[in-house]
């Protein structure tokens, strides 16, 4: 049976985040991960869900996949191949392009709502 799925002004949908680990330790260039989170809903090629964590920084890229998140609160700091920095905060999203690496830096501990494709794979 399919419904409509509710999610309050704070990310949470039918049950809270929940402690999880989507960074992997090795990926971590500085700061610590502590994560929380939620998947609301998950088909063969699309993620949408809350994720939130402390202040660390990566490097991130998804080589077959488009990110679009919505900032709910905190803020984050995405630097560009380019070399420039793009700053969001609360109400404010950002789209990362399939195949695109950049650093990304939780710099408040940060909530988001994200919608993650992944383009099926070449035949």
């Not at 929940?18 to 809903?41: N, R």
């Not at 399939?98 to 650093?103: D, I, K, L, Q, Y």
């Amino acid at each position: 049976m399919s419904k409509v799925i509710k999610l309050g002004r704070n990310g949470v949908g039918l049950r809270e985040l929940e402690k999880c680990s989507v960074v992997p330790p090795e990926a971590i260039l500085s700061g610590t991960a502590d994560e929380l989170g939620d998947v609301h809903f998950e088909s063969q090629d699309v993620v949408i869900g809350t994720w939130q964590s402390t202040p660390y920084a990566e490097m991130l890229s998804y080589p077959n996949g488009v990110e679009y998140s919505v900032i709910l609160s905190g803020k984050v700091a995405i630097t560009n191949p380019d070399g420039s920095v793009e700053t969001f905060g609360a109400g404010e999203s950002y789209i990362l392009p399939a195949g695109t690496e950049v650093r990304f830096e939780v710099i408040e501990t940060m909530r988001k709502v994200y919608v993650l494709y992944t383009a099926p794979a070449a035949k």
